[in-house]
T-cell receptor
């Protein structure tokens, strides 16, 4: 039972390069989220999706794009990476957006931008 | 938006009790969650409260007062494995969770 899987786990980029992080969940969850985590700042929401074909901006969306073409996948793209995007990225999913909808997290993707 | 505050660090002795407080301000409230995160790992769900009062799950309990914008997580009979970061998170009327910066708990022998 895989749950939420993120690829890649680690990546080093040069400033200006582009990349895509893939999140896949096998729990048939409607809601999916991308967070970044930086020391002393906790988890900050980048973008989220309430279902296949939908996306919405979170707290820190600038410099990122997302797509949810299939229900089980949520992609996070960086078109032109900047050192400020060095962070640990977590994908999460939940069955519902209501009060009992706990988030299930992937293991994280550590991105370094030089 | 959300404004979620919790202490940065706490230290306690094995076998003791520790209480982690969380205060929040939100334009709409639809649940408060606690997560545990060990260093280098993903957050894992501990508990949630949507109504006022105490929810108990084994050695962990969580309390909520919506009128005061206040919650706490109580860890009893502390074990070394409880050394971790504890994240308070609030769900508003949109289906998204906003997190506090986390409280790092260190358990000493």
């Amino acid at each position: 039972n895989a749950g939420v899987t993120q690829t890649p786990k680690f990546r080093v980029l040069k400033t200006g390069q582009s990349m895509t992080l893939l999140c896949a969940q096998d729990m048939n969850h409607e809601y999916m989220y991308w967070y970044r985590q930086d020391p002393g700042m906790g988890l900050r929401l980048i973008h989220y999706s309430v279902g296949e074909g939908t996306t919405a901006k979170g707290e820190v969306p600038d410099g990122y794009n997302v797509s949810r073409l299939k229900k089980q996948n949520f992609l996070l793209g960086l078109e032109s990476a900047a050192p400020s995007q060095t962070s640990v990225y977590f994908c999460a999913s939940s069955r519902t957006g209501g009060p009992s909808g706990e988030l299930f997290f992937g293991e994280g993707s550590r991105l370094t931008v030089l | 938006g959300q404004n979620i505050d919790q202490p940065t660090e706490m230290t306690a002795t094995e076998g003791a009790i520790v209480q982690i407080n969380c205060t929040y301000q939100t334009s709409g409230f639809n649940g408060l969650f606690w997560y545990q995160q060990h260093a280098g790992e993903a957050p894992t769900f501990l508990s949630y409260n949507v109504l006022d009062g105490l929810e108990e799950k084994g050695r962990f309990s969580s309390f909520l007062s919506r009128s005061k914008g206040y919650s706490y997580l109580l860890l009893k009979e502390l074990q070394m494995k409880d050394s971790a970061s504890y994240l308070c998170a609030v769900r508003d009327l949109a289906p998204k969770l906003s997190f506090g910066a986390g409280t790092t708990v260190t358990v000493r022998a």
